[in-house]
């Protein structure tokens, strides 16, 4: 148990850390919450320095779901009767609520995508990179609505890698990241 709530824990803080907005600072010397649709995340860093801190932070943004859910999997391994289902779901949430609610930002933060996709990274072993590039693609090119083509995004993760997996926490996580 302790070492669930230490694993919960450095998935908080990394997902808390709000990479975007500190690059938007840094390199292009303006606060990111000033255009598109408010947040800290790379999408508003992207419209207002362009491409390269776009990139860079999206790296950085995905990053921090991925590698803590990464090295806490490798950690646990599959799940036991020592790492509940719960409880793998609990960590692999860790780093997206953080980055909704991070205490850099007084407990406000973003819509938390970048870091979702990290996480669905880590837990699918490295496919949500492309599923996510071809699902995103083809929702955008039917329509144009960037909650819509992330929803229908995450509702294709589900029906991609329940199935392949069937682990319960999948499913937990799923239902968590859908009301985040």
Known sequence: ?????????????????????????TLVGKDIRSVGDGNPGSANLWMLGGWAPGVLSLILEVSKGLLPVCVAFSYFG?????????GLALVTLAPVVGHGWSPFLHFKGGKSLAVSW????????GVA???ALILLGAIHGLQKNHAITVTFCLIGFLAVFFPLEMQPYIALFWVGNMMI
Request: overall charge neutral.
């Open 1 to 25: 148990m302790l070492a669930l709530i230490i694993w919960i824990s450095i998935g908080f803080l990394s997902g808390s850390v709000p990479w975007a907005l500190l690059i938007g600072k």
């Open 78 to 86: 599959q799940p036991s009767d020592f790492t509940p289902q719960w």
């Open 118 to 125: 990290g996480s669905w990274i880590a837990i699918t072993g």
């Open 129 to 131: 990179f492309p599923v």
